[in-house]
C-alpha cells in the first residue's frame, strides 16, 4: 500500500474525529472545515517512510493532531521576513466580522438601483468630508477618527492594526462599530 493509500482509508476513517477536533478548535466559526481540508492536505504532504512508521504502530491520528495544531497556531503568525526563506502566512486567514445591519434581499418598499446609487454617493461625500475636517483633541472620537478606523478595518484586519499601531484590538473594534453607526446615520440624513 502507498502512503497516500493509507492516508486516504485513515482519513475517511477518522473523518468524523478529525471534523470534530477541527469544529473544537473554531468553535464552531466557517474556517473549521478550511482546517480540515488544509489537515487532509498536509496529511499526504508527510513523508512516505514517517506515515508508514506510525501506521505500523497504529497511531496516525497522532500526525493528524499535531498537523491540525500546527496550522491553528499558525494563522495568526504575522509575517516577519517577506523572503522565500522566512515564515509563510496560514491559509486559515479570518476576516474581520463586519456586522453590516443590511439585509440584502428585495426591499418591500421598492428601493431602486437610483436611490442606492444615491446612497453611495451620500457615503462617499460623508467619508470625504469626514477625511478632510481638523482633528480635534477632546474625550469623544472625530469623524475623522471614526472614518480612518472604518477605512483602515476594511483594507485590513484589526488583528494586523492592533499589532502594528500596538492600540488595543477592543478599542479598534469598539472605535470601528461607532464608525459603522455614524456612517449609517449620516447616510440616512
Do not use: W
Given at each position: 500500500?502507498?502512503?497516500?493509500?493509507?492516508?486516504?482509508?485513515?482519513?475517511?476513517?477518522?473523518?468524523?474525529?478529525?471534523?470534530?477536533v477541527?469544529?473544537?478548535?473554531?468553535?464552531?466559526?466557517?474556517l473549521?472545515?478550511?482546517l480540515?481540508?488544509?489537515?487532509?492536505?498536509?496529511?499526504v504532504?508527510?513523508?512516505?517512510?514517517?506515515?508508514?512508521?506510525?501506521?505500523?504502530?497504529?497511531?496516525?491520528?497522532c500526525?493528524?493532531?499535531?498537523?491540525?495544531?500546527?496550522?491553528?497556531?499558525?494563522?495568526?503568525?504575522?509575517?516577519?521576513?517577506k523572503?522565500?526563506?522566512g515564515?509563510?502566512?496560514?491559509?486559515?486567514f479570518?476576516?474581520?466580522?463586519?456586522?453590516?445591519?443590511?439585509?440584502?434581499?428585495?426591499?418591500?418598499?421598492?428601493v431602486?438601483?437610483?436611490e442606492?446609487?444615491?446612497?453611495?454617493?451620500?457615503?462617499?461625500?460623508?467619508?470625504?468630508?469626514?477625511?478632510?475636517?481638523?482633528?480635534?483633541h477632546?474625550?469623544?472620537?472625530?469623524p475623522?477618527?471614526?472614518?480612518q478606523?472604518?477605512?483602515?478595518?476594511?483594507?485590513?484586519?484589526?488583528?494586523?492594526?492592533?499589532?502594528e499601531?500596538?492600540?488595543?484590538?477592543?478599542?479598534?473594534?469598539?472605535?470601528?462599530?461607532e464608525?459603522?453607526?455614524?456612517?449609517?446615520?449620516?447616510?440616512?440624513?
Amino acid at each position: 500500500m502507498t502512503s497516500k493509500q493509507i492516508v486516504d482509508k485513515h482519513f475517511e476513517k477518522n473523518y468524523n474525529y478529525y471534523r470534530q477536533v477541527c469544529y473544537q478548535y473554531y468553535r464552531g466559526r466557517y474556517l473549521f472545515e478550511d482546517l480540515l481540508n488544509e489537515t487532509y492536505i498536509h496529511f499526504v504532504q508527510v513523508k512516505p517512510e514517517v506515515i508508514q512508521k506510525f501506521s505500523d504502530l497504529n497511531k496516525l491520528h497522532c500526525i493528524g493532531l499535531k498537523i491540525i495544531r500546527s496550522l491553528y497556531q499558525k494563522r495568526l503568525m504575522p509575517i516577519k521576513n517577506k523572503s522565500p526563506k522566512g515564515r509563510e502566512s496560514s491559509p486559515l486567514f479570518e476576516t474581520p466580522s463586519l456586522g453590516y445591519d443590511i439585509d440584502f434581499v428585495e426591499d418591500p418598499n421598492g428601493v431602486d438601483e437610483l436611490e442606492i446609487q444615491m446612497l453611495y454617493n451620500r457615503a462617499i461625500e460623508v467619508i470625504q468630508e469626514s477625511l478632510t475636517c481638523p482633528v480635534k483633541h477632546c474625550k469623544e472620537k472625530t469623524p475623522y477618527q471614526l472614518v480612518q478606523t472604518f477605512t483602515e478595518v476594511q483594507r485590513k484586519n484589526i488583528n494586523r492594526i492592533s499589532i502594528e499601531t500596538k492600540v488595543n484590538r477592543k478599542f479598534i473594534h469598539d472605535t470601528y462599530k461607532e464608525a459603522q453607526e455614524y456612517l449609517q446615520k449620516e447616510i440616512n440624513k
